[in-house]
């Protein structure tokens, strides 16, 4: 009967073991995020307001020069992932005759992931300003 009891104890003691190794396994396990590489995310608007469906979202990378761009989708949302912590950016859209103009997305700034919402606007023309002598 002693013996009986000793097996039934470590047959119940194994049994939370295993129990316990397998929920520990099953676990979602984070890793820490690399604070080398952060993702930007935005929305381009109108000049209403609505989503720019169609819209080209321009990155330039202000170190190497090279751009990449992204055509927005019906909700008007784009993304860049991956971009280095340690060099500058430049963000622009345009849509037809329409421009955001340039905003900056700098290596001071610590976000992982900034929003930068880009509205657009009419495209000022160079020389479409008329100087005050012209009025």
Not at 46 to 61: E, F, Q, T
Not at 75 to 94: P, T
């Amino acid at each position: 009967m002693r013996r009986r009891l000793i097996v039934l104890g470590l047959a119940t003691v194994l049994l939370a073991a295993m129990a316990a190794a397998f929920q520990w396994s099953t676990d979602k396990k984070t890793k820490a995020r690399d604070k080398n590489h952060r993702d930007v995310i935005g929305q381009v608007t109108l000049p209403d307001d609505g989503p720019a469906v169609g819209a080209v979202v321009k990155l330039k990378n202000l170190h190497s020069l090279e751009v990449h761009s992204f055509i927005t989708q019906t909700d008007g949302k784009y993304s860049f992932q991956n971009l280095s912590s340690h060099i500058d950016y430049e963000l622009r859209a345009d849509f037809k005759d329409l421009t955001s103009g340039g905003h900056k997305l700098l290596t001071y700034d610590t976000r992982l992931d900034p929003v930068i919402n880009l509205k657009l606007e009419p495209a000022k023309k160079p020389g479409s300003q008329k100087s005050e002598e012209e009025k």
